[in-house]
């Protein structure tokens, strides 16, 4: 059963794997599992992937996932003269804004990164993968995609719902080319940086943990590889086109 999980030899792009953030703790078992590591990071903040980088034996570049060019030579990069067999795509945006108080411009931004984004990362692994007729690709959504929380951010709600449909939709148009597209929907993990404003909302977090079915929030050390592992892996290989929800069982009240 050991080699359902076998990534040796597999080239990896983890985009987002900034330090403390899902992107790490998934680049970390990829790796473990035996998968050669591209991380990429907005270039502001490369320095962060350094020690993890150095950690994981992997290479780094820059991407801004709301450039096309940007993202082609991302994936150019971690493919190298090898091919690429596993994109993973952890970046993205929220605003915490009520409705009438956002912005056309910020809605749009939060739309860019994270849906276009999300479009632009899986058409280019996509178009990478398709000559060598194997891949996989994983994007990202939330618990979200079908339901709201108590925070106001209608922008990042709408984009990671469509998020789900863009993954069906390359899983439909890659899977004749032996390429799976799935999509992770994870509920609140905690801490990250993107998470950690909650420290000062102590009720909220319990709140969060109270809709769980297991009265906890995610874990990022020890709760998102494992999801990775198996989408990235042959345990999945006739998986595609499908959310798997990371959520502690919020999603099935």
């Not at 020690?51 to 030579?73: F, M």
């Not at 079915?213 to 709760?223: F, Y």
Request: hydrophobic fraction near 45%; proline fraction near 5%; charge should be negative.
């Amino acid at each position: 059963m050991t080699g359902l999980f076998d990534l040796s030899g597999q080239r990896a792009l983890v985009i987002g794997a900034g330090a403390g953030g899902l992107g790490e703790y998934a680049a970390r078992a990829l790796a473990a599992h035996g998968a050669r590591l591209t991380l990429a990071e907005q270039a502001s903040r490369l320095g962060e992937l350094a020690p993890v980088a150095a950690h994981l034996d992997a290479t780094t570049c820059a991407i801004d996932v709301t450039d096309e060019a940007s993202v082609e030579a991302a994936v150019a990069t971690a493919a190298g003269d090898d091919g690429i067999d596993i994109v993973v795509n952890f970046a993205g945006a929220m605003l915490r804004r009520e409705f009438d108080l956002t912005t056309v411009e910020e809605f749009e931004r939060i739309t860019r990164v994270n849906l276009t984004g999300n479009w632009l990362v899986g058409r280019a692994a996509g178009k990478a993968m398709r000559p060598r007729g194997r891949g996989r690709i994983i994007l990202m959504s939330t618990v979200y995609a079908e339901r709201v929380g108590p925070v106001p951010e209608t922008a990042y709600y709408g984009s990671k719902a469509g998020v789900v449909n863009i993954a069906r939709g390359l899983a439909a148009e890659l899977g004749p080319h032996g390429i799976t597209v799935n999509c992770l929907a994870p509920a609140v993990f905690y801490p990250t940086p993107m998470t950690a404003p909650l420290a000062e909302m102590p009720d909220r977090l319990e709140w969060f943990s109270s809709r769980t079915m297991l009265g906890r929030l995610g874990d990022p050390a020890r709760d998102i590889g494992g999801p990775v592992v198996f989408l990235a892996g042959p345990a999945a290989s006739y998986m595609t086109g499908q959310v798997l929800y990371v959520d502690g069982g919020w999603s099935a009240w």
